[in-house]
């Protein structure tokens, strides 16, 4: 069956550390793979997009890999603040054209502890 | 100003009653999106527009009905609710295709009493 995965647990690190959130996916072949960033009561807000042939997209902080052999997405942030406090959402971009649609994990919740 | 906002922002409403969702995007988008999260926060795609027709209707119960009377509106419409209904939706938009990044509203929380 297809799957995503995100780790289900919080992760909690300390400020100045570098978080890694893991995204594990079976049975899709996405062309992309996107990150999200959502606070409670809002909208998840895009963050990094990577394609299926670059291993690795760079954004100020922000860090994502790309292993289509492994079938997983590890996304980074260095120097960590309390303010990176939130649910990250990776999502499969899968299907072409208009026909696309992303499938997105449960998330993961970071908590930065100042 | 918002992106794309919808109304309301709170709806808590009987079971087999009728409501309605509204969402608008100021983007200049072609694409428009309804989610649906569980109360486990898996974020599921219900519709996609693009254009006002219909491309993506992912085996959602024909009580959920689209609408979308310009590109740059995209309504919903749920008829006869149930339990099961509760969640929280969210519309977005994207420039055309769906792997393009997609822009969320702050979402709907639908309490089903």
């Known amino acids: 069956s297809q799957k995503i995965e995100q780790n289900s647990e919080a992760l909690n690190i300390q400020e100045g550390k570098t978080a890694t959130l893991t995204c594990n996916y079976t049975?899709?072949?996405?062309?992309?793979l996107q990150w999200y960033r959502q606070d409670p009561g809002r909208g998840p807000v895009f963050l990094l997009l990577i394609r299926e042939n670059e291993k690795e997209k760079r954004k100020e902080r922000l860090k994502v890999t790309f292993d289509t052999t492994l079938k997983q997405s590890l996304f980074h942030i260095t120097a960590s603040q309390p303010a990176d406090s939130a649910t990250y959402l990776c999502a499969l971009g899968v299907g072409s054209g208009n026909t696309g649609k992303l499938i997105f994990g449960q998330g993961t919740t970071l908590q930065v502890k100042p | 100003d918002t992106a794309v906002s919808q109304t309301p922002k709170y709806l808590v409403t009987q079971m087999g009653n009728d409501k309605s969702i509204k969402c608008e995007q100021n983007?200049?988008?072609?694409?428009m999106y309804w989610y649906k999260q569980d109360s486990k926060k898996f974020l599921k795609i219900m519709f996609s527009y693009n254009n006002k027709e219909l491309i993506i209707n992912e085996t959602v119960p024909n009580r959920f009905s689209p609408k979308s009377p310009d590109k740059a509106h995209l309504n919903l419409h749920i008829n006869s609710l149930e339990l099961g209904d509760s969640a929280v939706y969210f519309c977005?938009?994207?420039?055309?295709?769906?792997?393009?990044?997609?822009?969320f509203g702050d979402g709907t929380r639908l309490s089903i009493l």
């Open positions: 049975n899709y072949s996405p062309a992309y």
């Open positions: 977005a938009s994207s420039r055309n295709r769906a792997h393009q990044p997609q822009h």
């Open positions: 983007l200049g988008h072609d694409t």
